[in-house]
């Protein structure tokens, strides 16, 4: 009867690697979809590119007309004696208008230079988008492999605490020795330990979870089958080379640092303007004499200027925008060394967990076989109770093993992709309406020249984590059928 009582408990331990710890109710999918619309980093993303966009019409404006009016009333509280003909009050307005015509160049190439920057920082949007992507599926597959961990060391503890209940009913007829009970208690004791550790890391993965989606890790589905991964590291390299946003954000930031060097350069060319004003007086009649009570002015005329010597400042600002330029070349290697090496070590993983995941099914169904074989032999007295634990602890590290090995084969997996580019919504598929473009907004500010154009009071899109409940480390019961 305690034999059998045993056996069950191990069986049920086979299926806590095939089963998540709870029924079906969230998939990865949908839990990537949360992430994509409500996860404060990617909104804050967002909100830093919008404010990228600007900086177009920014640099547009030092090359549009610029226009003012001014105005003013003077009362003259006390006139010199002799001042006859001073006016006791007066108004006065006009109206300026000044209108770039030439500026080296700086105007133009500032213009180009921020239209760089803003490819670079959509491409850096996607490059965020990918890495929250990639740290969600490591969540969400670590709370998938704690959960089977805890449930495993809990079925653990039933086993062992059974075959101290048995070693101690064998030792009060004689069958065992002190020492048996002895090595029961401490491996249960052990077991009891790792139980507790396993629950704190869950804890701490549900956490991590709640961080990152927004919401709670309740009934995590089996994440579906990866598409699209490479046949070898050479072909995913390609891929990365190709497609991987941070090689293009680095690429467009080196774009615009040579579009700034010649920013720099225009420092030392002539600039050229058309001003053009006038005037209005009115006395309000307290002019003395017989001079007219109102004067109007207008004037109109071409402005340029021919810097001779401006102390090396010119010469300084090129050599400054130069280094920068060059040290945007080595970033943009130095990036792409990273993204060869990312993806080259994300594919060797994704192999070895594979490979960890095909000689752990093996070594599961033998330390099963070995466990029951140890069961058996040791009620003909040929086996000791300390055989029977080290093929239970063995039985379990394997399933621990298997476990892992998914979980890491699958995050893996998704970081080759993500570092191939092929990690970002588009890619995905996710449900929850249309994308963000952030295209869209660049479109939307790039010609705006009205000086009220203002958009709406921002308002937090993201969510707050605060009433989510602190999560603990319960999981679902073990389906013995």
Known sequence: MISRRISMVGSAIVLALLLPAYGSAETLREALAKVYRTNPTLTGARAGQRANDENVPIEKSRGLPDLGLNGGYTENVKKSSNSFTSPTRYVQ??????????RGGAVANSVKAAKARVEAGQADLRGTEASIFSATVAAYMDVI???????????????????????????????????DIAQSESRLAVARSDLRAAEARLISSRETYVQLVGGTPDDLQPPPPLPNLPASPDAAVDIAISNNPDIAAA????????????VARAARMPTVSATADGGYVD?????????AQNVTTASAGVTATFPLFQGGYPAALTRQAQARE??????????????????????????????VIESSQVAVEASKL???????????????????????????????????????????????????????????GLDGGALYDPAANYERV????????????????????????????????????
């Not at 009205?450 to 605060?466: F, H, I, L, R």
């Open 326 to 355: 060059s040290q945007s070349i080595e970033q943009t290697l130095e990036v792409e060394r990273s993204v060869v090496a990312q993806t080259r070590s994300a594919y060797a993983s994704y192999q070895a967990a594979n490979a």
């Open 251 to 262: 690429k467009k930031a080196r774009e615009a640092t040579a579009y700034e060097v010649k």
């Open 93 to 102: 307005g006009g109206v300026t208008l000044s209108v770039p015509i030439y």
């Open 145 to 179: 492999r704690d959960g089977a961990i805890v449930g495993l060391n809990q079925s653990n503890v039933r086993a062992l605490d059974v075959n101290l209940e048995a070693t101690k009913d064998r030792f009060e007829v004689g069958d065992l020795t002190r020492t």
């Open 446 to 481: 790039k010609g705006r020249i009205w000086d009220w154009g203002e958009d709406p009071a921002p308002m937090p899109q993201s969510t707050s984590t605060v009433d989510t409940p602190a999560q603990n480390s319960t999981v679902g019961p073990l389906n013995t059928d």
């Open 370 to 428: 070995s466990l029951e074989g140890v069961r058996a032999e040791n009620t003909v007295g040929t086996r000791t109770i300390l055989d029977i634990l080290n093929a239970e602890q063995e039985y379990l590290n394997t399933q621990v093993t298997l476990v892992s090995a998914r979980r890491d084969a699958y995050v893996a997996g998704f970081s080759l992709l993500a570092a191939m580019g092929q990690a970002e919504a588009q890619d995905l």
């Open 283 to 291: 006395y309000l009649g307290t002019l003395g004499g017989t001079f």
